[in-house]
């Protein structure tokens, strides 16, 4: 398949391939590291910005909420940005967003200031992030140099969350939790330098924005997340909840109506009518409701039971950006002889089994006993699957869609994340109380009279009653986690369909090391 031509000006300046090629991958790849990371690096430091920002509990979800839900929503559009405007024209201008909106949000001085900074990188993100992948179809040679790419990118991508609290914890420890934002400054400068000089522009096409479909999908994602968090907190009978889900029912509804009849749809329908790029489609979702959840519970965990600090916290996830370099590694090295699907249900198959030993974490648990076993399972399905479903999206696709099927595959990843970790977090909050309650009576029970009216007044019981009640939670919602995970081998076993022979086929070329011998096997 012939890359799309780059603009007359732009061509000049083209990278040669080479160390022009691999300059432009670090770039690429630290975007999206950048990106990616700002999930969770400011996990660590929301107990320093609530007590600065005098933040509610409640509203400091938000500083999380405000970044997730600008990025999931948005980034159908972003994506289809670079293909009407420029791939590397709109990378600028989302870094150059995501870069502005960390500065302001370093600056804040208010609790309303950070969450407008918070979505405003939620925006630079959502066009970042689609044409930063966009790009490595534009950039890099089809076959192992495209293969290589996609590797690094999503290794990149599934580590970034670990990388994110290991630097969360650095800045929070060492200066400031503003510095969690102030971080991005300069990397986002340096990527605005090297972009015009190692990455090719590619061409413009004609096309329109699909506002509606963009608008309808963004309000309905947003309520359909906003129903489960209010679910967490106020039950499922709760009027508000119930109306949020109905509500963004017929709100996702009018969305699909909206591009079927649109002429230039963000989201392509006719995508999900091929089997294996749909099944990758869930697959992600699957993939991410359970990976956010584990990072987000594990976290809490490590600080709140185990007792590590910021820095502590953030180092006993190193091995997980490691274990999933070496799966993506390997994944990437593979797959040109046993095709993606081998990949994609052994790498969903140790995230279950990694998430499922992980359900055996009490309040006596040990980081190397039984959290860091675990993690190191879970981490090299992730790697493994990242790669394959990174590559089975963008194969095949026609060049003015790339944008859109890059998108979508993100979107999939945030809005999965997103719903996934609300589940998670109904599961856990039924769980809790549950436990609350038996472990409240058994506290009572020992309870001096000081102790009691302490409790009466706050409500919160003191450790270790409050560890068990924390510990049960966390194991329900793994155990729901490992079924997200085993839903996505699922998916793999049965919809998707696709050996060695048919990746080369859809890649346009010769995969070397390829189909011989392997190729007429069901992969």
């Not at 999503?154 to 929070?172: D, E, P, Q, T």
């Not at 096309?207 to 907190?233: E, P």
């Not at 409240?440 to 409050?466: H, K």
Request: hydrophobic fraction near 55%; aromatic fraction near 8%.
């Amino acid at each position: 398949m012939t890359m799309p031509g780059p603009a007359p000006a732009a061509r000049a300046a083209a990278p040669e391939r080479g160390d022009g090629s691999t300059i432009a991958l670090v770039v690429i790849a630290g975007c999206q590291l950048m990106v990616v990371l700002d999930i969770t690096i400011v996990n660590i430091a929301l107990p320093q910005i609530q007590r600065s920002l005098d933040f509610s509990t409640t509203g400091l979800s938000w500083v999380v909420n405000a970044y997730t839900l600008a990025f999931g929503g948005l980034l159908l559009l972003g994506g289809r940005t670079g293909d009407i405007l420029g791939r590397r024209r709109m990378f600028m201008v989302g870094v150059a967003l995501f870069a502005l909106a960390s500065l302001l949000g370093g600056l804040a001085q208010s609790s309303w200031q950070l969450l407008a900074a918070r979505a405003l990188q939620g925006l630079g993100g959502a066009i970042a992030s689609p044409t930063a992948l966009s790009l490595i179809s534009t950039t890099f040679r089809e076959g192992p140099e495209r293969n290589r790419a996609f590797g690094v990118f999503a290794a990149v991508s599934a580590g970034g969350g670990a990388i994110g609290l290991l630097a969360g914890g650095m800045l929070v420890e060492w200066l400031d939790w503003r510095w969690v934002f102030f971080v991005n400054v300069p990397i986002g400068l340096l990527i605005l330098l090297a972009a015009p000089r190692w990455i090719r522009e590619s061409e413009r096409r004609p096309g329109h924005f699909d506002i509606a479909g963009a608008l309808t999908s963004t309000v309905g994602m947003v309520l359909l997340v906003y129903g489960f968090i209010r679910a967490a907190q106020e039950g499922w009978r709760d009027p508000l909840t119930l109306a949020s889900f109905g509500v963004a029912v017929v709100v996702l509804a009018v969305f699909v109506l909206v591009e079927r009849v649109s002429r230039q749809p963000i989201t392509p329908l006719h995508m999900f009518t091929d089997r294996n790029r749909a099944g990758t489609y869930g697959m992600m979702l699957s993939l991410a409701a359970a990976i956010f959840g584990m990072f987000f519970f594990l976290t809490l965990f490590v600080q709140n039971v185990l007792g590590f600090g910021p820095l502590k916290a953030g180092l006993a996830f190193l091995p997980v950006s490691v274990v999933i370099a070496v799966g993506a590694g390997l994944a990437s090295r593979l797959l040109p002889r046993f095709g993606p699907k081998p990949f994609m249900v052994l790498g969903s198959l140790l995230a279950a089994a990694g998430l499922g030993w992980l359900t055996l974490t009490d309040a006596d648990s040990t980081y190397a006993g039984s959290i860091l076993g675990p993690m190191l399972v879970l981490s090299l399905g992730m790697g493994m699957q990242f790669v394959s479903l990174t590559l089975m999206a963008l194969s095949g696709v026609a060049p003015q869609e790339s944008g859109a099927a890059s998108g979508l595959l993100n979107t999939m990843q945030q809005v999965g994340g997103s719903l996934g970790l609300s589940i998670l977090v109904t599961a856990f909050g039924t769980a809790g109380r549950a436990e609350g309650e038996r472990q409240a009576a058994d506290f009572l029970a020992t309870a001096t009279t000081q102790q009691r009216l302490e409790f009466l007044r706050t409500g919160e019981l003191p450790p270790p009653w409050s560890y068990e009640v924390l510990a049960a939670g966390v194991s329900v919602a793994f155990t729901l986690a490992a079924v997200f995970a085993a839903v996505g081998a699922l998916i793999a076993l049965v919809v998707v369909r696709v050996r060695p022979g048919d990746l080369e086929r859809m890649q346009g070329g010769a995969v070397p090391g390829g189909a011989a011998g392997g190729g007429r096997r069901d992969g």
